[in-house]
């Protein structure tokens, strides 16, 4: 078994990755996608990877280049699902939040008529 990677280099390669994949940590954090424990899991993943270097290489590459939505996070990197799936997951809760202000939006909208209406 390989050694595992620096704790320091691999957080920020897996920060970096999330950056540049647009993988929000916080917001996944917020919504409960991602733990602590989970976040923790990641970056061992990562520091037992043997494509460390190539991620670098990759990240220096495509960081600042990442288009508006994200960079596709490459096969090689041992977090790929994990990034997809918390990408997926938020992108739920975005849409489900939407559709939730929007129910509310029309009830209030209802019960104003309602109001209006006994009030004459």
Known sequence: MKPLGDERTHYLLAMGMAKATRTDLAEAMEEGAL????WAGMVTSCRGCDWADGCADWLDANLDAAPPQGAA???RC???RRFAELRRRS???RAAADEAVEASTRAMARADRLLRKAAS
Do not use: T, W
């Open 78 to 80: 041992i977090n790929q």
């Open 91 to 93: 992108a739920e809760a």
């Open 73 to 75: 996070c490459p096969p």
């Open 35 to 38: 733990s602590h424990a989970g």
